[in-house]
């Protein structure tokens, strides 16, 4: 254990100064508005340079700052939550490239080495979620990893036809016109829709839960399904296009609308942090579709802090009620646990976007300055509706971790004495109080001229109330109650289901997809490819090289044979 404290010290250090230094940088850059490009050719094929391209300017240094902040204070965690597993060593490394290959993403505007981190995170995501090796994680790890090589394929065809550019650099190719290279600008929208988890993708979000806590809150605040928004925000220029902004507005305002629906149906706590990331995913990608990607990244950035904030208390409060994920079986957890709940009320506040909290800044202006976009009613609908939902199921939260006793017959004993886990909850906690209001004042200086009426200035503050007595009294009602709602049971199961999109997502897939795959491949690779292509290619040449030698072999019998033939072709000839 004293090599466990030791290594993570090393980690909290080492990442952590990484991380100021990368911040420091970041306000350097804005400060002064010079970023800097730094190319190493690895070879040219036809004119065109495979080149390997680190960019640093204020989005990629504060970002990576970011990331590695909440990283560093994660893996600190997790020498508490992870202290009894077997396989503690195996797991700090396969963070440790998780958070390395989220580095590689940020800090390249060049489509081949972002393939590079993007496919390390798919691939140790996979490694990550079926960490536990049960039959559930196995099922959840293939449906992410399914769902994610899509978004990777997505990436290989832009690679192949941005050859035509000449560059891979498609951040300098920000004047490419809206006709030109549709379909490049269609498969990186749809490579940022499957990593980010819009819909249809959206199922393999709350499935990923099966992996450890500490791995949830890294994923779900900083890495794994923000490099769909990071991708948008940095290409941004390359990918203005109406028609595509409109169908990604679209899309993103049903998943936002989705889940948060279906978060308060659900009684599992992780998943519901879950869904509420879906949501918050839909509302960058919806603030993106409007061309605000300054907004889209702020609101990135803040929700990283409260949202790594809300799964690492999830973490501790899991521990203390017996390993179970049940809300309904945590009442009155403010008396074991102060700082915990304290904590998580905090970042439950500010998700809902509590005045001068960290969602507050980026969350509130997202919505003003939606409402002041030309926007059709249908999303304005939207967002009203899921603005109200997030702020009910936020509550039906702090309900249960407030109110009542505990149903469980008390606590199991541990409690928070675990002090590495206080630690970096006390951290998280500070930076989800403060770190919306810094980098307000940091990133925007001169603040969003918003120009609304009484009426719609006031509209998310009273749906915030709407949503919070919804949320809190609706779990005030009796049972008796909530019996009468069985004639209404198909809509609930479709409502709190995600739309059976868990269901459709893998439908099946051994009749349609992989029984038409397995024909395919025995009639084509293992057929008549396999006849004449290379196999049949290679037989042939073996054939021909073996008459060859044959030929050339120094035997008197080949030598009278070949003048026999000869002879046979010359009267032949003559006659």
Known sequence: MLWGISSHLVCLFFLMGVSLVSMWGGFMSLDSGVSYVVEWEIFSLNTSSVVMVLIFDWVSCLFLGVVLFISSLVLYYSGDYMSGDSNYNRFMYLVVAF?????????????????????????????????????????????????????????????????????????????????????????????????????????????????????????????????????????????????????????????????????????????????????????????????????????????????????????????????????????????????????????????????????????????????????????????????????????RLIFFSLSGCPKYGGLSGVGESYKMMMISLMVLGVAAVTGGSFMAWVLFPDPYMVCLSSGWKSLAFLLSLLGAGSGYLLNLVSVSVFSKGLSYYSLGGFSGSMWFLPYLSTLNLSLWGVQSGAKLFRIGDKGWLEYFGSQGGFKGIMEGSLVLQFSQSNLVSVYMKSLLFWLIVIFFILG
């Open 99 to 395: 958070v390395f290959s989220m580095g590689a993403l940020i800090m390249s505007p060049n489509l081949i080495s972002i393939l590079l981190g993007w496919d390390g995170l798919g691939l140790i995501s996979y490694v990550l979620v079926i960490y536990y090796q049960n039959e559930k994680s196995a099922n959840a790890g293939m449906l992410t990893v399914l769902s994610n090589r899509i978004g990777d394929v997505g990436i290989l065809l832009s690679i192949s036809l941005v050859f035509m550019l000449g560059s891979w650099n498609l951040i300098f190719y920000s004047s490419v016109s809206e006709s030109d290279f549709f379909l490049v600008k269609s498969f990186l929208c749809i490579a940022a829709m499957t990593k980010s988890a819009q819909i249809p993708f959206s199922a393999w979000l709350p499935a990923a839960m099966a992996a450890p806590t500490p791995v949830s809150a890294l994923v779900h605040s900083s890495t794994l399904v923000t490099a769909g928004v990071y991708l948008l925000i940095r290409f941004s220029g390359f990918l203005s296009s109406s028609s595509m902004q409109s169908f990604l507005l679209l899309i993103s305002c049903l998943t936002m609308f989705m889940a948060g629906l279906g978060a308060n149906f659900e009684f599992d706590l992780k998943k519901i942090i879950a869904l509420s990331t879906l949501s918050q995913l839909g509302v960058m990608m919806s603030i993106l579709a409007l061309g605000f990607t300054d907004l889209a990244f702020f609101h990135l950035l803040t929700h990283a802090l409260f949202k790594a904030l809300l799964f690492m208390c999830a973490g501790v409060i899991i521990h203390s009620v017996k390993d179970s994920q049940d809300i309904r079986g945590m009442g009155g957890l403010i008396s074991g646990m102060p700082l915990t709940v304290i904590s998580m009320n905090l970042a439950n506040l500010a998700l809902c976007g509590m005045p001068f909290l960290a969602g507050f800044y980026s969350k509130d202006l997202i919505l003003e300055v939606a409402f002041m976009s030309s926007i059709n009613l249908s999303s304005v609908l939207l967002y009203i509706l899921s603005t109200g939902l997030t702020v009910c199921y936020t509550f």
